[in-house]
């Protein structure tokens, strides 16, 4: 099934979004609130009802990137990026499978229970990367480049090709996004195996 127009504008904005977002720039906010708009209509008549879901989270996860990522308390520098402890990855994680596991016996949408977990899971991972990226935390192109793969293999199987295409996309700007934020990690003096407290915003 070829993409439709708003398909076509919602990949286009979410690769916008992605791009600017490697560059530390705010305007990938505005890009990503669009898209997910989009998105959020186009899932849901997709029978994607976690990846609809999803987009709604995505919104309001731009209005609260817009206002992190700014100079906060009237201090001129900007958000730093930080990073996580092994152990406080391996909490998200496990919470992320667990909410997953739990959501999918409650949703199938009638596409069976793999669908309907791999739809749980890249949704609730995807709520704790965009969370990580707002609060500009290393890691969280690594959760991208997983979360991506996955999400390509659904979409595609629901017949959102270009999205598919979209995500097989977005692993490799999240490898560029790892490589660029981790160079600035280290120009700010923070190794990437140092944890920074994100309290900021």
């Avoid at 530390?24 to 990503?32: D, E, L, N």
């Avoid at 990522?69 to 919470?95: D, F, K, M």
């Avoid at 598919?164 to 700007?173: I, R």
């Amino acid at each position: 099934m070829p993409a439709s127009l708003p398909e076509w504008i919602a990949v286009a904005l979410a690769l916008a979004y992605v791009l600017l977002a490697i560059r530390q720039s705010r305007w990938c906010w505005p890009a990503a609130a669009t898209s997910s708009a989009i998105y959020l209509v186009l899932f849901w008549r997709g029978g994607l009802p976690m990846q609809a879901a999803l987009q709604a989270f995505y919104i309001a996860m731009a209005a609260y990137g817009w206002r992190a990522w700014r100079a906060s308390h009237g201090q001129a520098e900007e958000l730093p990026v930080g990073t996580w402890r092994g152990r406080r990855h391996v909490i998200a994680l496990a919470t992320v499978a667990v909410a997953a596991g739990v959501n999918s016996r409650l949703v199938t949408a009638g596409n069976g229970l793999l669908v309907a977990y791999v739809d749980a899971f890249v949704a609730w991972g995807s709520v704790l990367a965009t969370w990580m990226v707002a609060r500009k935390v290393l890691e969280n192109w690594l959760y991208w480049i997983g979360l991506d793969l996955l999400a390509a293999a659904l979409y595609y199987g629901q017949g959102f090709h270009a999205t598919a295409g979209l995500f097989l996309v977005y692993v490799a700007l999240a490898a560029k996004g790892y490589s660029e934020w981790r160079a600035d990690c280290r120009r700010q003096g923070t190794t990437p195996a140092e944890p920074v407290e994100m309290t900021r915003g």
